[in-house]
Protein backbone atom coordinates (compact mmCIF):
# COMPACT_ATOMS: atom_id res chain seq x y z
CA UNK A 1 0.00 0.00 0.00
CA UNK A 2 1.29 3.42 -1.05
CA UNK A 3 0.63 4.86 2.70
CA UNK A 4 2.64 2.29 4.10
CA UNK A 5 5.68 2.80 1.62
CA UNK A 6 5.84 6.58 2.61
CA UNK A 7 5.79 5.68 6.18
CA UNK A 8 8.48 3.24 6.07
CA UNK A 9 10.35 5.61 3.51
CA UNK A 10 10.01 8.53 6.90
CA UNK A 11 10.79 5.98 9.79
CA UNK A 12 14.09 4.45 7.18
CA UNK A 13 15.08 8.35 6.60
CA UNK A 14 15.12 8.94 10.22
CA UNK A 15 17.24 6.48 11.21
CA UNK A 16 19.49 7.08 8.60
CA UNK A 17 19.61 10.58 9.81
CA UNK A 18 20.16 9.51 13.45
CA UNK A 19 22.68 7.32 12.73
CA UNK A 20 24.27 10.00 10.62
CA UNK A 21 24.61 12.39 13.63
CA UNK A 22 25.74 9.86 16.15
CA UNK A 23 28.80 9.17 13.43
CA UNK A 24 29.61 12.78 12.99
CA UNK A 25 29.00 13.69 16.93
CA UNK A 26 31.47 10.66 17.55
CA UNK A 27 33.91 11.09 14.48
CA UNK A 28 33.34 7.32 14.12
CA UNK A 29 36.42 5.64 11.96
CA UNK A 30 36.06 3.95 8.86
CA UNK A 31 37.30 0.78 11.09
CA UNK A 32 34.67 0.86 13.85
CA UNK A 33 31.72 1.36 10.87
CA UNK A 34 33.07 -2.17 9.79
CA UNK A 35 33.40 -3.66 13.18
CA UNK A 36 29.91 -2.61 13.37
CA UNK A 37 28.95 -4.07 10.90
CA UNK A 38 30.16 -7.43 11.84
CA UNK A 39 28.42 -7.43 14.65
CA UNK A 40 25.45 -6.79 13.58
CA UNK A 41 26.00 -9.69 11.11
CA UNK A 42 26.67 -11.91 14.16
CA UNK A 43 23.60 -10.77 15.25
CA UNK A 44 21.74 -11.30 12.10
CA UNK A 45 23.22 -15.11 11.92
CA UNK A 46 22.40 -15.72 15.41
CA UNK A 47 18.70 -15.03 14.53
CA UNK A 48 18.50 -12.21 17.51
CA UNK A 49 17.66 -9.18 15.54
CA UNK A 50 14.25 -8.86 17.09
CA UNK A 51 15.60 -9.64 20.77
CA UNK A 52 17.72 -7.23 19.91
CA UNK A 53 14.88 -4.40 19.44
CA UNK A 54 12.29 -6.33 21.77
CA UNK A 55 15.67 -5.37 24.29
CA UNK A 56 15.46 -2.01 23.96
CA UNK A 57 12.30 -0.58 22.30
CA UNK A 58 9.31 -3.23 22.40
CA UNK A 59 8.18 -1.22 25.78
CA UNK A 60 8.32 2.07 24.78
CA UNK A 61 5.73 0.79 21.71
CA UNK A 62 3.66 -1.71 24.52
CA UNK A 63 2.80 1.35 26.92
CA UNK A 64 1.96 3.64 24.08
CA UNK A 65 -0.27 1.17 22.54
CA UNK A 66 -1.56 0.77 26.61
CA UNK A 67 -2.04 4.37 26.74
CA UNK A 68 -5.97 5.28 27.93
CA UNK A 69 -6.65 1.72 28.27
CA UNK A 70 -8.07 0.48 31.40
CA UNK A 71 -6.07 -2.52 33.02
CA UNK A 72 -3.09 -4.38 34.21
CA UNK A 73 -0.26 -3.00 32.20
CA UNK A 74 0.59 -5.67 29.22
CA UNK A 75 4.11 -6.54 29.20
CA UNK A 76 6.31 -9.03 26.76
CA UNK A 77 5.81 -12.55 25.49
CA UNK A 78 9.57 -13.16 25.22
CA UNK A 79 10.79 -16.31 22.94
CA UNK A 80 9.68 -18.97 25.10
CA UNK A 81 6.16 -19.30 25.13
CA UNK A 82 4.54 -22.67 23.93
CA UNK A 83 1.12 -23.05 22.35
CA UNK A 84 -0.53 -26.32 23.39
CA UNK A 85 -0.22 -26.15 27.27
CA UNK A 86 -2.71 -28.60 29.20
CA UNK A 87 -5.39 -27.20 31.24
CA UNK A 88 -4.37 -27.61 35.27
CA UNK A 89 -7.84 -28.50 36.80
CA UNK A 90 -6.70 -28.86 40.03
CA UNK A 91 -4.17 -25.74 39.23
CA UNK A 92 -1.16 -27.07 39.78
CA UNK A 93 2.04 -26.67 36.75
CA UNK A 94 4.32 -28.98 37.89
CA UNK A 95 4.86 -31.99 35.67
CA UNK A 96 8.72 -32.72 37.44
CA UNK A 97 9.10 -33.35 41.24
CA UNK A 98 10.54 -30.91 43.24
CA UNK A 99 14.37 -30.47 43.42
CA UNK A 100 15.20 -29.92 47.14
CA UNK A 101 16.08 -26.06 46.64
CA UNK A 102 12.44 -24.80 44.83
CA UNK A 103 9.98 -22.90 46.69
CA UNK A 104 6.00 -23.61 46.43
CA UNK A 105 4.00 -20.41 45.52
CA UNK A 106 0.32 -20.18 45.57
CA UNK A 107 -0.46 -17.40 43.36
CA UNK A 108 -4.52 -16.26 43.69
CA UNK A 109 -6.84 -13.98 42.15
CA UNK A 110 -9.89 -12.37 40.31
CA UNK A 111 -10.16 -11.39 37.08
CA UNK A 112 -12.39 -8.54 36.25
CA UNK A 113 -13.73 -6.38 33.22
CA UNK A 114 -11.37 -3.52 33.86
CA UNK A 115 -14.23 -1.16 32.16
CA UNK A 116 -17.13 -2.54 34.11
CA UNK A 117 -15.33 -4.43 37.51
CA UNK A 118 -17.70 -7.00 36.98
CA UNK A 119 -15.97 -10.47 37.64
CA UNK A 120 -14.91 -12.35 34.51
CA UNK A 121 -15.94 -16.61 34.81
CA UNK A 122 -14.22 -19.21 32.68
CA UNK A 123 -11.67 -16.59 31.69
CA UNK A 124 -8.33 -18.87 30.04
CA UNK A 125 -5.11 -18.12 32.13
CA UNK A 126 -2.33 -19.46 29.71
CA UNK A 127 0.86 -19.40 32.44
CA UNK A 128 4.73 -20.19 31.83
CA UNK A 129 7.61 -19.26 33.50
CA UNK A 130 11.27 -19.89 34.81
CA UNK A 131 11.96 -23.01 37.51
CA UNK A 132 13.97 -22.48 40.30
CA UNK A 133 17.12 -22.58 38.49
CA UNK A 134 16.15 -20.30 35.56
CA UNK A 135 15.39 -22.47 33.00
CA UNK A 136 12.42 -23.31 31.05
CA UNK A 137 10.92 -26.19 30.01
CA UNK A 138 11.69 -26.50 26.30
CA UNK A 139 10.34 -30.01 24.94
CA UNK A 140 7.46 -30.38 28.05
CA UNK A 141 5.03 -28.34 29.50
CA UNK A 142 6.89 -28.45 33.18
CA UNK A 143 5.59 -24.95 34.70
CA UNK A 144 3.49 -23.96 31.79
CA UNK A 145 -0.53 -24.79 31.62
CA UNK A 146 -4.38 -23.56 31.35
CA UNK A 147 -6.41 -22.18 34.29
CA UNK A 148 -10.03 -20.92 34.36
CA UNK A 149 -11.42 -18.69 36.73
CA UNK A 150 -14.39 -19.77 38.56
CA UNK A 151 -17.73 -18.08 38.49
CA UNK A 152 -16.43 -15.16 40.68
CA UNK A 153 -13.69 -14.69 38.40
CA UNK A 154 -11.15 -16.40 40.93
CA UNK A 155 -8.13 -18.10 40.07
CA UNK A 156 -5.78 -19.89 41.48
CA UNK A 157 -2.33 -21.35 40.36
CA UNK A 158 0.10 -23.59 42.46
CA UNK A 159 3.94 -23.86 40.85
CA UNK A 160 7.49 -23.44 42.13
CA UNK A 161 9.06 -19.96 42.74
CA UNK A 162 11.21 -18.99 39.28
CA UNK A 163 14.26 -17.29 39.69
CA UNK A 164 16.06 -14.49 37.88
CA UNK A 165 18.14 -16.27 34.72
CA UNK A 166 20.64 -15.10 32.52
CA UNK A 167 19.77 -15.15 29.06
CA UNK A 168 22.56 -13.30 27.27
CA UNK A 169 25.70 -14.61 29.12
CA UNK A 170 27.16 -16.15 26.13
CA UNK A 171 26.10 -14.03 23.36
CA UNK A 172 26.23 -11.32 20.89
CA UNK A 173 23.26 -9.49 23.17
CA UNK A 174 25.28 -9.88 26.20
CA UNK A 175 28.08 -8.57 24.34
CA UNK A 176 26.32 -5.44 23.85
CA UNK A 177 24.37 -5.44 27.36
CA UNK A 178 28.00 -5.64 29.04
CA UNK A 179 29.58 -3.06 26.23
CA UNK A 180 27.17 -0.28 27.70
CA UNK A 181 27.20 -1.38 31.33
CA UNK A 182 24.37 -3.45 31.87
CA UNK A 183 24.42 -7.23 32.96
CA UNK A 184 21.99 -9.76 31.41
CA UNK A 185 19.51 -10.97 34.10
CA UNK A 186 16.69 -10.78 33.70
CA UNK A 187 14.08 -10.32 36.95
CA UNK A 188 12.22 -13.38 38.16
CA UNK A 189 9.17 -13.56 36.91
CA UNK A 190 6.01 -15.45 35.78
CA UNK A 191 4.68 -15.14 32.11
CA UNK A 192 0.82 -15.46 31.19
CA UNK A 193 -2.13 -14.47 28.94
CA UNK A 194 -5.62 -14.40 29.65
CA UNK A 195 -7.94 -15.06 27.04
CA UNK A 196 -11.71 -14.74 27.13
CA UNK A 197 -13.71 -16.98 24.55
CA UNK A 198 -10.60 -17.95 23.01
CA UNK A 199 -9.79 -14.11 22.42
CA UNK A 200 -6.74 -12.67 24.10
CA UNK A 201 -7.28 -9.70 26.10
CA UNK A 202 -3.77 -9.73 28.03
CA UNK A 203 -0.63 -11.00 27.75
CA UNK A 204 1.78 -9.56 30.80
CA UNK A 205 4.66 -11.10 33.42
CA UNK A 206 4.30 -10.55 36.96
CA UNK A 207 7.60 -10.11 39.37
CA UNK A 208 8.58 -11.47 42.30
CA UNK A 209 9.11 -8.64 44.88
CA UNK A 210 12.25 -9.93 46.23
CA UNK A 211 14.06 -9.80 42.85
CA UNK A 212 17.46 -8.36 42.68
CA UNK A 213 17.09 -7.32 39.59
CA UNK A 214 13.81 -5.43 39.76
CA UNK A 215 15.52 -2.41 38.60
CA UNK A 216 18.40 -3.17 36.34
CA UNK A 217 16.25 -5.72 34.24
CA UNK A 218 17.84 -6.46 30.78
CA UNK A 219 14.86 -5.74 28.88
CA UNK A 220 14.33 -2.16 29.47
CA UNK A 221 10.76 -1.07 30.74
CA UNK A 222 9.95 -3.82 31.39
CA UNK A 223 9.29 -4.22 35.45
CA UNK A 224 6.42 -1.62 36.66
CA UNK A 225 5.40 -1.29 40.04
CA UNK A 226 1.88 -2.32 39.11
CA UNK A 227 3.10 -5.97 38.33
CA UNK A 228 5.29 -7.30 41.26
CA UNK A 229 3.95 -9.59 43.47
CA UNK A 230 4.25 -9.05 47.08
CA UNK A 231 5.19 -12.92 48.59
CA UNK A 232 3.92 -14.40 52.18
CA UNK A 233 5.69 -16.79 53.20
CA UNK A 234 3.58 -19.17 54.96
CA UNK A 235 4.31 -22.48 56.37
CA UNK A 236 6.94 -25.23 54.89
CA UNK A 237 5.38 -28.11 52.63
CA UNK A 238 7.26 -31.16 52.99
CA UNK A 239 10.35 -29.37 53.93
CA UNK A 240 9.79 -26.79 51.13
CA UNK A 241 9.43 -23.08 51.33
CA UNK A 242 6.07 -22.05 50.70
CA UNK A 243 4.74 -18.84 49.48
CA UNK A 244 1.36 -17.20 48.87
CA UNK A 245 0.94 -14.11 46.33
CA UNK A 246 -2.43 -12.20 45.36
CA UNK A 247 -2.55 -10.73 41.86
CA UNK A 248 -5.92 -9.44 40.68
CA UNK A 249 -6.03 -9.02 37.01
CA UNK A 250 -8.43 -5.94 35.67
CA UNK A 251 -8.68 -6.79 31.75
CA UNK A 252 -10.21 -5.29 28.61
CA UNK A 253 -11.18 -6.78 24.96
CA UNK A 254 -8.50 -5.99 22.50
CA UNK A 255 -10.60 -3.61 20.33
CA UNK A 256 -10.61 -1.14 23.36
CA UNK A 257 -7.06 -0.50 22.46
CA UNK A 258 -7.94 2.45 20.26
CA UNK A 259 -10.34 4.14 23.08
FE1 LIG B 1 10.73 -15.05 30.75
Known amino acids: MPGDIDRLQSIAV ?5 LQEVVDKHEITQDELHATGDFLDRIGQARMGKSLLDIFFAMTVVDREQQGRPGTRPNLAGPYYRGGAPERRDGSLLERPLSPDA ?18 SGAELDFWHADELGGYDHEGFHLRGLVRTDDRGRYVVHTVLPTDYAEHKNDPIGELLVMIG ?3 YRAAHIHLKVRVDGEEWLMTQLFRSDSPYLDSDYVRGAVAGDLVVDLKEVEPVDGHAAYESVFDLAIAPPEERAS
Do not use: E, F, K, W
Not at 14 to 18: G, L
Not at 103 to 120: D, E, F, K, M, Q
Open 103 to 120: SLLTLAGVVTNARTGAPI
Open 182 to 184: RHT
Open 14 to 18: AIVDA
